[in-house]
């Protein structure tokens, strides 16, 4: 699944679960925005940068590049939530600063995340996996 089918099928189920309560922002890519996360998430008074990965395979063909984490890591550093929700394969993972490592090293699975045959079916993981990102 490209990246842009992955943001729009996870943003769209959000959308549809949540409704009014949740508010997402795309950031447009270009040559003024780079290293910008993709998406801005927020819910229940809760805020998140999200940069979005998705890949069939683990080492990851376009990886978190230096400039996104680098703002990944300063929005954490500034009491905000900053993480990589990458679709290796099968799952959907949720990477913090700290665990970035961990997609790297080409770990198709981390600490937190669900499959995503999982997250399309059912509300609660969705919501699970929406909270996981929100650091809830």
Not at 21 to 27: A, D, G, R, S
């Amino acid at each position: 699944m490209k990246e842009n089918d992955f943001r729009k099928a996870l943003c769209s189920a959000w959308v549809r679960d949540h409704g009014s309560q949740l508010y997402i922002q795309k950031n447009h890519g270009s040559a003024y925005s780079a290293g910008l996360p993709d998406l801005q998430l927020c819910i229940q008074g809760r805020w998140a940068a999200v940069e979005l990965k998705a890949s069939d395979t683990t080492p990851l063909k376009h990886p978190v590049t230096a400039l996104q984490r680098a703002t990944l890591q300063s929005i954490t550093k500034a009491g905000g939530r900053g993480v990589v929700v990458a679709l290796l394969g099968p799952r959907v993972n949720v990477y913090t600063p700290d665990t970035l490592w961990m997609l790297d090293e080409g770990f198709g699975r981390s600490v937190v995340g669900c499959e995503w045959a999982h997250f399309r079916k059912h509300k609660v993981v969705r919501t699970r996996l929406l909270m996981d990102v929100l650091g809830q």
